[in-house]
């Protein structure tokens, strides 16, 4: 692969149902990339679960995904309420979610702790009543 | 083992994926949890669950989840079974409960997909 590939994606916060679409195209298009398998799986996992996080907490966001001959990166801006503190945010087990959210299998406290773990670079910037930047990074090679 | 052969032990309704049953199945998980499947499961595994609705396909289809059973006679619903077909994800439902059908599963030598959480004091 010798270009960088580009797409963004819109995320309607709220719609649970919804949720997952733009992760299965990005898993798809890295298949198609011809992207190791192991790797695809982490970024999908990765992705996921910061497409879960729009869906059940924030307005919306847009997801800026790049893929570079060296790195895949996913970038989740959104606008909601932002969190809090995020370090707090980061601990296993940690969740703000609703019953409706938990009764979909979320909501456990594992999605970032779950992010972290499946890239190689995760930076969070919130704002407090603006919104949530996720950004995640992984290693091709 | 072949997904045919763990049909048949847990005397399953398959709701999609019948062409799918020589599917070989290496290891199993079973949560309810959708996070912990995406944070704990291995490419390829099945995996037992009471959660019946269409972000447990969504989930499998990330996690690359080879085959999905639903337990205690947990029915899919129409948009359930029709992801779980466009996903390729054979889908099927079991009468027994959660702990029944991985105790089943376990006692014929399905190996568990998701470790062991180690204790603090534990080595390697």
Known sequence: MDNTFLQTFKIQGGNIYNAGKAS?????ILKQLGINARIVRRVAIASYEAEM????????????????????????????????????????????????????????????????????????????????????????? | MLLSSISEILQCDIFCGKEQLSMPIEFGCASD???????FSQSGALLLTGLANI?????????EINAVILVRGKKPDISMIAFATEKKIPLLGTRFSMYEACGLLYKIGLDPTMERLKCENENG
Do not use: C, W
């Open chain 2, 55 to 63: 972000q447990t396909i969504k989930t499998a289809h990330i996690a």
């Open chain 1, 53 to 141: 996080n729009v869906v059940m907490y924030a307005k919306q966001a847009t997801l800026t995904f790049e893929v570079s001959p060296s790195q895949i990166s996913i970038i989740v801006d959104d606008e909601g309420p932002g969190i809090p503190d995020v370090s707090l945010a980061m601990q296993e087990g940690f969740s703000t979610a609703t019953r409706e959210m938990r009764e979909m299998g979320f909501g456990a406290g594992m999605g970032l702790p779950n992010i972290k773990k499946n890239s190689d670079y995760l930076k969070i910037e919130s704002v407090i009543g603006k919104g949530t930047k996720v950004i995640i990074t992984l290693n091709v090679n």
């Open chain 2, 33 to 39: 949890l959708m996070s912990d499947v995406l944070a």
């Open chain 1, 24 to 28: 299965t195209e990005i898993k798809a």
